[in-house]
Each structure stands twice: as C-alpha cells, then as structure tokens.
C-alpha cells in the first residue's frame, strides 16, 4: 500500500473521447502533482496543486485539465487527445510543496490513444 | 534548459557487488537531489534526498553523495542483491517546484 492510489491503472481511450484519471492520498499530504512518463524519456512534471489550488503548470496543452477539490483528491480530465499522449501518468503527493519535500508516488495510470 | 543525465543507462552486475550510479547536471544552483527507484509497472519509490547543504545521505546499504560545484551526484549500492533490480533514476529540484528528472539507470543483479 503505497499511501497514493491512482484509478484506472489502465486506460485505452480514442481520439475523441473524454475521460478521466483519478489519484487519492491517504497520507494527509497538502500538495500534489502530475507527472507524464513517455518512453525513452525522462519525466516530466506537468502540474502541482498546494492546498487544492494549482501553483504550476509547466506549459501542459489544454487537453490534459487538472482538478483538484480537495487537499486528498487529484484529477486529470482528458479530452480530443493525439497518440503522442500515449503514457505513464503518475500521481505524487508531498507534505507541503515544495523543494523541500520528498514525494511519495502512486502506481499510475497506463494511457494508450487509439 | 536544465538537463539531468544519469550513466549508464543500463547495468548487469553479479549478486554482492558493489556498484556505483551517476547523475549529473548542468545548473549547479540546486536546492537538492533525490534519488528514486522504480520497478515495472510501478511508480517511483523515494530512496534518499539530499539538500543543497549536504553532502551525503545514507539508508541501510544505499549512499547518495552530491558534489554541487561540479554538478554531480553518485548512488553507491553495497553487497548489491536480485531484489535490486530496478530504475534507479535522479531528479533534481531548482526552486519552489522545478523538478527535473534523467532518464534512469536500469540495473540488473545477477543472482
């Protein structure tokens, strides 16, 4: 039980669907994020929430839209997304944000676009 | 850009060895480095964080030393085991939130 806990752990959407990632901590964290891991690269941060307010968006398209209501709870919502979206995303969690902080992880969510 | 590189970029070693893993960076304005384990399938496990004004961490058999001014970090592994196998990859925070990953060293122990 890593403490983050991300469903589904697998996804196979089209094109023109809408879907959604969800991530949940059970650690009584404040601040969490979203992470893409694509194959032969190296990971990349896309969103940090702290106290359910978003405090960094590394230039994500605005496909991928992050909600978060409440310090415990993370979403990414995914709509007319393109193959090269096609990876790992993972879910973190921190006591507070900052550089500070080790981050625990979830297990993440396997994304494949058709 | 900030780039983090980690060598190599993949490993075999027979079961007890003693290994050593590198991670380097181009900024040395750093505010630490992490190292972090991943297996397949799964997300990233935290294994050792090192804050700018340190040099060195340790847990068990794991050793993580930070070398700023030459933009260097090393994960030395003792009596290296098969429950080793994993990513082992670097990530290097900037400031508040600039996290910045390498690509990972995948090591294979041989039993």
């Known amino acids: 039980e890593t403490g983050v806990t991300q469903t589904p752990r697998h996804l196979v959407m089209g094109m023109t669907n809408k879907k959604s990632l969800k991530c949940e901590q059970h650690?009584?964290?404040?601040?969490m994020y979203w992470y893409k891991q694509s194959a032969k690269k190296p990971l990349e941060l896309m969103f940090v929430y702290s106290l359910e307010e978003r405090v960094e968006n590394n230039s994500v398209p605005s496909r991928f839209s992050p909600e978060c209501p409440n310090s415990s709870h993370l979403f990414l919502h995914l709509h007319t997304l393109q193959p090269e979206d096609s990876a790992l995303y993972l879910c973190?969690?921190?006591?507070?944000?900052?550089?500070?902080?080790?981050?625990?992880f979830g297990d993440g969510t396997r994304l494949s676009i058709l | 850009k900030q780039e983090v590189t980690q060598i190599p970029a993949a490993l075999s070693v027979p079961e007890g060895e003693n290994l050593v893993l590198n991670c380097s960076f181009t900024?040395?304005?750093?505010?630490?480095l992490q190292w972090f384990r991943q297996d397949p399938g799964k997300g990233l496990t935290s294994l050792l964080l090192i804050q700018s004004s340190q040099r060195e961490q340790t847990s068990g058999r794991l050793n993580a030393s930070l070398d700023k001014s030459s933009g260097r970090s090393t994960l030395y592994i003792a009596a290296s085991q098969p429950g080793d196998s994993a990513t082992y990859l670097c990530?290097?925070?900037?400031?508040?939130?600039?996290?910045?990953f390498g690509s990972g060293t995948k090591l294979n122990v041989k039993p």
């Open positions: 973190a969690s921190s006591q507070e944000a900052g550089y500070h902080q080790p981050q625990h």
């Open positions: 990530a290097v925070c900037y400031n508040f939130n600039k996290f910045y």
């Open positions: 900024d040395s304005a750093i505010y630490n």
């Open positions: 650690l009584g964290h404040n601040a």
